[in-house]
């Protein structure tokens, strides 16, 4: 019953989408407020149902009711209650309904927040977003269907796989898709302004906060995965430009972009078509990510069981969605003419610069990722793209990228001399150089990479603070100063030192980072990274659904000990899949990381030690930038804004709130 | 169906991998350099019928075999090289993750270099014309272009 | 104008690409051998394990190498068209026993049939890496000259056959077309 009640759902959700989607288009390219007034109920409506579907899911999973052929495929009776939830988004037909649930939310937050848009930019943001919710409507009725019955019942599922019983993977899915979907929104807007012929600097300040809290949520999403991959598949790595990863860093980049260029076109007005364009390509990429992983045109450990049916769906409407999309720019967009006259050298061009090197490296990332597609698609042969590719090519790209964090702020808009931000810099440029290329003496074998990339995190860490103090002095004290910069500053400060902070990680545990498989029989050590390892046999126990063999591993340093290591390998009953379950002693400083791999024949077992320093870093760098974003969006214009629009409506009695003018 | 059907049992049997558990395998070698690269080298190659992992990572049978063969070669004195073309030899360029530099992937390489070298020159030169058109320096053949556009009949789209 | 069509411009071409990669395995791994001699080997029989087999021996006469095993599923799959296979005139069925027990393998011959001239036994593997075996079934055509002709990777089966392999054994019949 609950399964047909959240198939129904579905396909009222579609019919309402397919309304808001079309009418209150035409009445605001016609001039019609009945027809633009049906936006906001049509979304509400819309998203009441697809929640409704969502629900229903959920409770089928929560009953382990294995008549609904997606239940029977990702769940088992033994499988706790927490991953039973999450396993609704572990394969292809239920992550799609979260995609829609998350469109969803975000369609009831423009509904709710935005009182005041005027009725024809809302209608048509809240028609685009009905669109676009049509075709992953449609895509799941048509061809994949979360509620498809299995007759006969099966009498217990498949379970979910052992790879995704994990917290991480709880949250990822739903912290990466909030990002990706959250671009739509952004979307919705430049369309929007498209239609409406008008791309001015109010467009720009409505479209911003969504964009960043969208991208901040993105930040987050690839770090929790980035975080996930390391220590579940206990191969010490964190990134490996698999398809899937690049597929959700490239809608990062140009969302990067994105924030970046909104700012120009709210404050000066320069920069709107490539700001249009930038919007579009935002959400461009999510779809291109959403077809990657689902088509079967790559090959990845992410990807879902697909079949070119799917992949023909998702491709026409992706080609629908951008090439309608790039259209309307190309027809829309020359009559735009940004109002801003500035110089080479200024902090617009250098924006300028900074969006180049960005969109450059997001097509680098996508020529790599695809190039074997190509290829192979004209018959010229079959080649691979991975890790030492990437490494080459992107890393040169972001180099300068880095460094104008820190010439960006320094320098005015309009005009400025690159000598004279030179001279207001010169201390910053001594600092970093002389204790950057430093600090690889203090570590024994000296490094240029190493120093090099010190120096920039360095670099980046003084100018922000050089940039603070200049901004700060205007008022009767440093405090003062302080306390009147808005939060928008801040979270840019946050942001780009959690830009330094990730460059620290990755290359400290890059550079000094050390790997060692021993073999190990009971009562022997090893030393790695300072640390001595005792190993102390393993022992055989049971899980919740699975069996296991622990390793103890007595860890000390200096004859202190440290921490005892259990790494285990796991057989998990239904899939008789076997799994790594690392052991990890986490540190701001240094991570100690084991894990265990076979009883060899003489009765010791094959083990793995590393030791991380600073790769926390990477993960604590992205968290400080999705802060900075969350800290940026809620910058109090935007919430003035929000009071502004309630007081100016027909409100009689008192409360219209006198606030400061926004910025 | 039978298509689909074909794929999949050959799916099948070429997924005997257990893509979740760490490939640790001991390997002995005389000294550090030799680990180095042995290290460097199984990770710059793919494993053939993983998902999408290198040598080093998976562990797969096929994978374990050719962690084999490249630790019997780096002992055996052979150079990286000599190693990457043997496994060239048997499995073509698929199984490099470092794709070779050639005429088919030119724009592979150079591509994206390329692109930011138009980009920026694109960017210079636009920032400079617009410049100059906002502090009056036209060249002859701008200003003629600029009459051009103002004679045009007004569009009531513009902002 | 032409600059705000460049986005969709590309935008088409990369649609394009997709809609032909849709079509394609991008899994699959075409041999570096085909047009190249067959590699040098020289294994013991599954029978007999002192009778040895070598490259030598394909030469003279168009083989069809088999690698199979008996943990494949696939390998079961295709062995009934096999058994049709050997019936045909005009060349020889080279079975080589990838990575198995031999046991198992004389095992599975003699209750599924043995379709085989001569089954090899490539205990370790080896010899399939110097062929760029990398899953199993995969069969290579050999022509008379020692030259590989053509690989099929997975199960052998009717339509397989009509398509690929019936006209490479034709070009290699006519002298190399």
């Known amino acids: ?306 079949d070119p049916k799917r992949g023909v769906f998702i491709l026409a409407f992706l080609g629908a969605v951008v090439g309608s999309s790039l259209v309307l720019y190309a027809w829309r967009a020359p009559k735009v003419v940004g109002s801003g006259n500035f110089q080479l050298y200024s902090r617009e061009s250098l924006l300028l610069v900074n969006n180049v090197l960005l969109v450059v490296a997001m097509a680098s990332i996508l020529t790599g990722t695809i190039y074997p597609l190509a290829l192979d698609a004209l018959n010229l042969g079959k080649i691979s793209a991975g890790p030492p590719y990437f490494n080459i090519v992107f890393v040169p790209i972001m180099v300068p990228l880095v460094l104008l964090i820190g010439i960006g702020p320094a320098t005015r808009w309009k005009q400025d001399s690159p000598w004279q931000v030179l001279r207001r810099l010169r201390f910053a440029v001594l600092v970093s150089i002389l204790a950057g290329f430093a600090y690889p003496l203090l570590m024994g074998s000296y490094s240029l990479a190493v120093g090099a990339a010190m120096a920039i995190a360095l670099w980046i860490w003084l100018t922000t603070l050089m940039d603070m103090r200049a901004k700060a002095a205007h008022k009767t004290s440093l405090w003062a100063g302080l306390r009147a910069l808005p939060r928008s500053y801040y979270g840019m400060v946050l942001a780009h030192t959690g830009v330094g902070i990730f460059i620290v990680g990755v290359t400290l545990v890059t550079a000094y980072g050390v790997e060692e498989d021993v073999r190990m029989a009971v009562g022997d050590s090893h030393e790695v990274g300072g640390y001595s390892f005792r190993f102390d046999g393993v022992k055989e126990g049971e899980g919740p659904n699975y069996t296991a063999s622990t390793g103890t591993l007595h860890v000390s340093k200096n004859g202190k000990e440290v921490t005892v290591l259990r790494p285990e390998k796991r057989v998990y009953w239904v899939q008789r899949m076997p799994m790594t379950e690392a052991a990890i002693h986490p540190g701001l400083l240094r991570d100690l990381y084991a894990a265990l791999g076979e009883r060899l024949p003489d009765g010791a077992w094959s083990v793995r030690i590393y030791y991380k320093p600073f790769v926390r870093w990477i993960w604590l760098g992205a968290l400080f930038m999705a802060f900075g974003g969350v800290l940026a969006a809620s910058d109090r214009r935007y919430r003035v804004m929000a009071k502004r629009a309630s007081a100016r409506a027909p409100a009689i009695t008192g409360g219209g709130a006198t606030s400061a003018p926004a910025r | 169906m039978s298509g689909r059907f074909q794929a999949f049992m050959l799916l099948l049997a070429l997924a005997w991998s257990a893509a979740a558990l760490a490939a640790i395998s001991v390997y002995d070698f005389p000294d550090a350099q030799q680990e180095h690269r042995f290290k460097h080298l199984i990770n710059e190659l793919r494993c053939l019928v993983c998902q999408n992992q290198s040598l080093a990572e998976s562990n797969a049978g096929l994978a374990q075999d050719l962690r084999q063969e490249v630790y019997e070669m780096v002992s055996s004195g052979k150079n990286d090289d000599q190693i990457l073309k043997f496994l060239v030899d048997r499995y073509g360029d698929f199984v490099l993750y470092r794709p070779p530099v050639e005429a088919t992937t030119y724009l592979l390489w150079f591509g994206p270099f390329l692109v930011l070298l138009v980009g920026l020159v694109i960017l210079i030169r636009t920032v400079r014309r617009r410049a100059a058109l906002a502090t009056g320096t036209l060249s002859a053949e701008e200003q003629q272009r600029l009459h051009q556009v103002l004679d045009q009949p007004k569009d009531k789209d513009q902002p | 104008m032409l600059r705000y069509l460049l986005p969709l411009g590309i935008f088409v071409g990369l649609v394009a690409l997709f809609a032909v990669g849709l079509y394609r395995d991008p899994k699959l791994v075409p041999s570096p051998l085909i047009g190249k001699p067959a590699p040098e080997f020289t294994l013991p029989t599954l029978k007999d394990p002192k009778k040895t087999f070598s490259r030598n021996d394909l030469l003279g006469k168009v083989s069809l190498v088999n690698v199979w095993a008996t943990w494949c599923v696939s390998c079961r799959q295709e062995h009934r068209f096999l058994m049709q296979v050997a019936q045909r005139p005009g060349m020889q069925l080279i079975g080589f026993d990838y990575k198995d027990e031999r046991p198992a393998a004389m095992q599975w011959l003699q209750s599924l049939g043995n379709p085989y001239a001569t089954v090899l036994f490539d205990q370790s593997g080896r010899t399939g890496i110097d062929w760029g075996v990398y899953g199993t079934p995969e069969t290579f055509v050999v022509d008379p000259k020692g030259i590989v002709r053509y690989k099929h990777i997975g199960p052998m089966t009717p339509d397989a056959w009509h398509d690929h392999i019936e006209p490479v054994l034709a070009q290699i019949r006519t002298g190399k077309g």
Not at chain 1, 203 to 209: D, G, L, T, V, Y
Not at chain 1, 249 to 269: C, D, N, Q, Y
Request: aromatic letters at 14%.
């Open chain 1, 1 to 306: 019953m609950i399964p047909e009640l959240g198939h129904f759902a579905l396909v009222l959700a579609l019919c309402l989408a397919l309304v808001q989607g079309t009418v209150p288009m035409f009445g605001a390219a016609w001039g019609i407020p009945g027809w633009m007034a049906l936006a906001r109920p049509a979304a509400w409506a819309q998203s009441l149902f697809i929640l409704m579907a969502f629900v229903c899911l959920v409770t089928a999973f929560i009953q382990n009711d294995f008549s609904v052929s997606y239940v029977a495929q990702n769940s088992n009776s033994a499988l706790p209650v927490m991953y039973r939830i999450s396993a609704v988004w572990g394969a292809h037909e239920g992550s799609l309904l979260l995609w829609a649930t998350i469109l969803a939310v975000w369609m009831s937050a423009v509904a709710l927040f935005s009182r005041s848009l005027p009725d024809e930019t809302i209608a048509r943001v809240l028609g685009v977003m009905g669109l676009v919710s049509v075709g992953f409507l449609l895509f799941m009725l048509l061809t994949s269907n979360p509620f498809e019955r299995l007759m006969p019942a099966a009498m217990d599922g498949r379970d979910l796989n052992p790879l995704l019983q994990d917290p991480g993977l709880v949250v990822h899915p739903p912290m990466l898709y909030t990002g990706y979907v959250g671009f739509s929104v952004a979307f919705a807007f430049a369309i929007a302004a498209l239609l409406g012929g008008r791309l001015d600097s109010a467009w720009a300040r409505w479209s911003r906060p969504w964009t960043i809290v969208a991208w901040s949520f993105l930040t987050v999403g690839i770090a929790l995965g980035s975080w996930w991959s390391y220590y579940e598949l206990g191969w010490g790595g964190w990134w490996f430009w698999d398809p899937v990863e690049n597929a959700s860093f490239m809608p990062w980049l140009v969302g990067t972009a994105l924030i970046h260029s909104l700012a120009v076109t709210e404050k000066r007005g320069a920069f709107r078509s490539w700001t249009v364009l930038l919007a579009v390509f935002a959400f461009s990429l999510s779809l291109l990510g959403t077809f990657l992983v689902r088509s079967g045109v790559l090959t990845s450990v992410h990807a879902f069981a697909n």
